[in-house]
């Protein structure tokens, strides 16, 4: 039997878990109120369709920053996917390709760079900054070579947030995984020789809590493909990323999974696509389950949503084909909802289609 729904994947996704891989996946940080929020705020926006509009033909189709998609629903950055399925990110990669979609690796991959882009998908990558800018720039000459056709950096994290469950059960990564990506650039070995034992130590050194504007200006005038900022929520950090440089920006709590208490992502968006004043992409995640939610996003401005744990419950249920199964799933949601609520593309999906219920 197959889940129905996003929804749905994650309760059979548990039940082929490790209890402490599903944990892993699945926490928030401290009470896992943004995490909670992510997904209620959803609920907390009306739409008020337009009827007796010709829905026969509908294309949620785009193009951003040069690559055609099928529809506005990219794959987030997300670590380790070998732990929810031996092929890992190389089955990830190959579902987004075949879903016409794009594919953000995390730099915490546990399938190199290489291989993934060979894999046919079009591939953006996710940056953590180092403190040393020549890791850095090792890194992102690497990815570039590799064929990633954009950066996107990650501003949520100049510390690890606090996953309490992590805590309890003493997350690893089992022997035999790793960072691929980033244990030849470590300088003092910590990744090889403490891979396989907690994971927040052996990679603490490849967080910057000094990570400035400036340094995010010098990255961009270096970087050959666009960058987008990831991990933003309010509208004057956005309107600062676009000046330094960047080609859009990516609002998110980390989906819950750094500052605690952060309001939810789709809360933030309307301040942000206000401050980027169409300078730029903005990108949203955290909570987007539903076709119906890709649509009140959109609704509200952005470009596109991102899905970050749905990804992983498909490939815990069925690898490459479970990850093809969610992004078709939300896309035909999401094709569904246009049709109901009267639109045929994505520029007819417009403000005036949604309402708060209350004002956030
Ligand atoms: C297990 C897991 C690992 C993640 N790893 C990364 C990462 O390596 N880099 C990053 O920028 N974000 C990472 N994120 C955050 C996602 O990119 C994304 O912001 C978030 O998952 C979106 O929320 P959703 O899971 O509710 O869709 C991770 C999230 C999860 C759940």
């Known amino acids: 039997m197959l889940p129905q729904n996003l929804i749905e994947a994650e309760t059979f996704a548990r039940a082929r878990l490790a ?13 896992e109120t943004s995490l909670r929020r992510n997904r209620e705020a959803f609920e907390q926006i ?15 189709g785009t193009t951003l920053l040069g690559t055609r998609v099928s529809a506005p629903i990219l794959a987030a950055p997300t670590a380790f996917h070998r732990l929810a399925h031996p092929d890992g990110e190389v089955a990830t990669a190959r579902a987004v390709a075949a879903a016409g979609s794009i594919m953000v690796l995390s730099s915490l991959s546990t399938t190199a760079v290489e291989e993934v882009v060979a894999q046919g998908a079009t591939v953006w990558f996710q940056l953590y900054a180092n403190k040393d800018p020549g890791i850095t720039q090792a890194l992102t000459d690497r990815v570039i070579a590799a064929g ?10 100049p510390v690890w947030g606090t996953r309490e469950r992590d805590q309890r059960n003493g997350f690893r990564l089992p022997h035999g995984l790793g960072a691929p990506n ?7 070995g910590e990744l090889k020789s403490r891979t396989g034992s907690a994971m927040c130590g052996a990679f603490d050194w490849m967080l910057h809590p000094a990570l ?33 440089g960047c080609a859009g ?44 939610d ?3 996003a959109l609704a509200l401005g952005a470009d596109a949503v991102q899905i970050g744990r749905p990804q992983l419950w498909g490939l815990a249920c069925g690898g490459e084909e479970g990850v093809r199964l969610i992004f078709d799933q939300l896309a035909r949601e999401l094709d ?5 609520a009267g639109c045929r593309s994505l520029t007819e999906i417009t403000a005036d289609l949604v309402r708060w219920r209350s004002a956030p």
């Open 19 to 31: 209890r402490v891989v599903y944990d892993y996946y699945r926490s928030g940080a401290w009470d």
């Open 46 to 60: 009306d739409l008020w369709p337009r009827v007796l509009v010709d829905v026969s033909s509908r294309d949620a």
């Open 148 to 157: 990633c056709k954009a950066l996107m950096l990650t501003a949520d994290t």
């Open 182 to 188: 980033l244990a030849s650039l470590d300088p003092v």
């Open 212 to 244: 400035s504007w400036q340094e995010l200006e010098r990255i961009c005038a270096r970087s050959p493909v666009p960058v987008l900022l990831k991990g933003v929520m309010r509208g004057d950090d956005s309107a600062r990323a676009i000046e330094c």
């Open 249 to 292: 920006v990516v609002v998110s709590n980390h989906g819950g999974r750094q500052l605690d208490g952060t309001p939810a992502t789709i809360e933030s968006l309307p301040k942000v696509v206000e401050a980027v004043a169409g300078r730029g992409l903005v990108l949203v995640d955290g909570g987007v389950r539903r076709g119906t």
């Open 294 to 296: 890709v649509l009140k």
């Open 336 to 340: 569904i909802s246009m049709a109901l």
